[in-house]
């Protein structure tokens, strides 16, 4: 079954600090994995998009990587602002199908 | 200004009384979805469009319609909500073959 996971279902970290959020996924066959964010009360934005052949890939102060050996894929925050309070949504893509897996998401808390 | 456009919001319906949540979309895309969001269960797929009168199901399409006569208008029908559909509602959209979704806003929707 293809499924999508995510840790930890919430954080709470101090502005200024890093995070990394986690996505193992058994999705097959896997075409391409995006991270989306989700302020509250708002539709998900994308902010990566990773294939089967990159292993990372920057947006400012987020870092995605992605292992396709081990289905897993982090998304790390540098310095920390306010602004990134949301929520954080891992989604992978089926290969030759219009079908997309839905993490549950990360509810990421930034204290000033 | 490129978007995907719901409405309404907000609404509060009592059970049994048909009701309609529109999404339209400017940018010319093919494929249009929707989704509900539900705490602790992420978004969820309920139906979806690759063209013009072409609608197949998601994930949980139970108590839902759909219709696409149009590229741009993909509504949702609730033709008796019940209490188990209070949920937040996002309507989705993107070009065929890509996977980067542009959602929108989001409708709440509370059925007593």
Request: charged fraction near 15%; aromatic fraction near 8%.
């Amino acid at each position: 079954k293809n499924q999508v996971e995510q840790s930890p279902q919430s954080l709470i970290i101090l502005e200024g600090k890093n995070c990394t959020l986690q996505c193992n996924y058994t999705v097959s066959p896997f075409s391409n994995l995006r991270w989306y964010k989700q302020d509250t009360g708002r539709g998900p934005v994308s902010l990566t998009i990773m294939t089967f052949s990159e292993n990372t890939k920057s947006n400012g102060r987020y870092t995605a990587t992605l292992d396709a050996d081990t289905k897993q894929s982090s998304l790390h925050i540098t310095a920390s602002q306010l602004s990134d309070s949301a929520s954080y949504i891992c989604v992978v893509s089926v290969r030759g199908a219009q079908k997309l897996v839905f993490g549950q998401g990360t509810r990421l808390t930034i204290n000033p | 200004e490129a978007q995907v456009t719901q409405n309404p919001r907000y609404l509060i319906t009592v059970t049994g009384k048909k009701l309609t949540v529109t999404c339209s979309q400017n940018m010319n895309h093919e494929y249009m979805s929707w989704y509900r969001q539900d705490p602790g269960l992420g978004l969820r797929q309920i139906y979806y469009s690759m063209n013009v009168e072409v609608t197949d199901k998601g994930d949980v399409p139970e108590g839902y319609k759909v219709s696409r006569k149009e590229k741009r208008n993909f509504p949702l029908i609730l033709e008796s909500p019940s209490p188990n559909q209070t949920s937040l509602y996002f309507c989705a959209s993107t070009y065929s073959g890509a996977n980067v979704l542009t959602f929108g806003a989001g409708s709440r929707l509370t059925v007593l």
